[in-house]
């Protein structure tokens, strides 16, 4: 993880030291708005980093919306037969380039970078007095001194709810508030879109991208610092609008459907006359 490390800590020094030379007040309403500013352009790079996996994510979305159809005709047929259900699945996801638990995999991707911020966050803890500890990362003295007391209206960014700091208390609670919120609502967003799925599996992981990341998120947002917070709630901001943008530019496709069964063909009785065959005139009436 030390590379992680080491590369959250680049970007957030990069973008302060930007914002640090364009602010004419960096400190206002009792904000270092330099470092806040930092953490809300971290977001913005990670989130422009990883625009292509949202994008396949969102055509994976798609893809099985598509196949809804397919999933209940497979449903049906293999009723009662769980393996040859899956193995089924598994193909057609296969063929169609789809995957179940393609909306996690952006999520993924990014837990390294989130538990990177929060070790980095932590790690500014104004009683550290050891200058190897202080300058870890590519930390400078300066930089460490002026990062550990910096605050978000009046709530240092490094602290965490359980601070016991009043401010922080406020500060923490409706960022934790906002970050609950706006995971609901992106995640909601993202199924509405799509739909519930008819697959048990993609159903379970729709499930807990709606109900259990927000739940979750109520627990462990009162040990998160203050700028992880601020992280996160920036992160389901920009989503947000990546997501409306998304969906106007990759609207819903009709979904397939089920392919026909086979129909043997029938030989009609045919009534032609037979080649060289004299018509059949009945019975020439008697004279």
Do not use: C
């Amino acid at each position: 993880m030390s590379f992680i490390y080491h590369l959250i800590s680049t970007i957030l020094l990069f973008w302060h030291s930007a914002w640090d030379r364009l602010l004419d007040a960096p400190h206002a309403l009792a904000t270092d708005w330099a470092w806040v500013l930092g953490i809300v352009f971290l977001v913005l790079t990670i989130r422009v980093v990883l625009f292509p996996l949202f994008l396949r994510q969102v055509r994976s979305q798609q893809a099985i919306q598509r196949l809804q159809p397919r999933f209940k005709e497979l449903q049906a047929e293999h009723q009662g037969d769980r393996v040859t259900l899956q193995k089924e699945l598994a193909e057609l996801y296969r063929r169609e380039k789809a995957s179940p638990f393609g909306a996690l995999l952006p999520m993924l991707v990014q837990i390294p970078i989130f538990i990177g911020l929060l070790h980095v966050l932590r790690h500014l803890n104004p009683a550290i007095t050891d200058p190897g500890t202080r300058t870890l990362y590519g930390w400078s003295e300066a930089q460490f001194a002026d990062a550990s007391r910096a605050e978000l209206f009046g709530a240092p960014i490094a602290a965490g709810f359980n601070s016991g700091i009043g401010t922080v208390h406020v500060v923490a609670g409706v960022l934790i508030v906002a970050m609950i919120v706006t995971t609901f609502l992106t995640s909601r967003m993202s199924i509405l879109k799509t739909g519930w799925s008819e697959n048990p599996q993609q159903r379970t992981v729709q499930r807990v991208m709606l109900y259990g990341i927000p739940l979750s998120l109520l627990v462990s947002g009162f040990i998160f610092p203050v700028g992880v917070i601020v992280y996160w709630t920036t992160q389901n901001l920009f989503a947000l609008g990546q997501q409306i943008w998304l969906n106007r530019r990759y609207p819903a496709t009709p979904p397939v459907e089920p392919a026909a069964p086979a129909v043997p063909a029938v030989r009609a009785a045919t009534t032609a006359p037979q080649v060289g065959a004299k018509p059949n005139r009945g019975r020439r009436a008697s004279r």
